[in-house]
């Protein structure tokens, strides 16, 4: 299976801030990575699709970028309601899909 | 607007089956560009992708559950299930049931997914 590592695996921010979480594949999967929000209680949202594609009704304050094994969330400006654990997704076309170990995104 | 939700027993004893049933409304599951999928997350951890089942019935299982999961489809129902066999503590998690978008028989991500239920193994 394609391991994926996220870090930090926890950060403390302040409103306004600007936030980057990282994502490392164990191996080339081109583009096709996916960040997910999830909140205390909730299931996942989806946020960005396939390395950098906002989905719809997403704030553009969040941000994707990367390719092959290295990637990449901004949060610019953070704002109370992105308090979150965020998830990176992996889905190579070598099954199974796999996520990231999540980063929580807490009030400092 | 696509609708999710699961059912089942919130408690299993352990080497007993695990079963639970994804209703969804707002579309039908066996319209194209879709599978049916379940998702865990073990309690204060991440998430684990457990398979999908098509509208045709096709089906993928993560083979770290070493063949003891199945999941069918009910499609006059708009329904989808899942059964994992021989359940031990480890299985204890909240089971998730999402929308995959798929192509070329690969999910690529989870649109909707339902609140989730919560199931603990134990005697």
């Known amino acids: 299976d394609i391991q994926m590592t996220q870090s930090p695996s926890s950060l403390s921010a302040s409103v306004g801030d600007r936030v980057t979480i990282t994502c490392q594949a164990s191996e080339d999967i081109g583009s096709f990575l996916n960040w997910y929000q999830q909140k205390p209680g909730k299931p996942p949202k989806l946020l960005i699709s396939d390395t950098s594609n906002l989905e719809l009704g997403v704030s553009s304050r969040f941000s994707g970028s990367g390719s092959g094994t290295d990637f990449s969330l901004t949060i610019s400006g953070l704002q109370p309601e992105d308090f979150a654990t965020y998830y990176c997704q992996q889905y190579h076309f070598i099954p199974p899909l796999t996520f990231g170990g999540g980063t929580k995104v807490e009030i400092k | 607007q696509v609708h999710l939700q699961e059912s089942g027993p919130g408690v299993v004893k352990p080497s007993q089956t695990l079963s639970l049933t994804c209703s969804v409304s707002?579309?039908?599951?066996?319209?194209?560009?879709?599978?049916w999928t379940w998702v865990r997350q073990h309690p204060g951890t991440g998430l684990e992708y457990l398979g999908y089942?098509?509208?045709?019935?096709?089906?993928y299982y993560n083979p770290s559950l070493t063949g003891r999961v199945s999941m069918s489809a009910d499609l006059p129902q708009n329904r989808f299930s899942l059964n994992l066999t021989s359940v031990t503590a480890a299985d204890t998690a909240i089971y998730y049931c999402?929308?995959?978008?798929?192509?070329?028989?690969?999910?690529?991500?989870?649109?909707?997914w339902g609140l989730g239920t919560h199931v603990t193994v134990s005697s």
């Open positions: 999402a929308r995959g978008f798929a192509e070329f028989a690969v999910v690529r991500h989870f649109d909707y």
């Open positions: 707002g579309t039908s599951i066996d319209s194209g560009g879709y599978f």
């Open positions: 089942i098509s509208g045709s019935g096709k089906t």
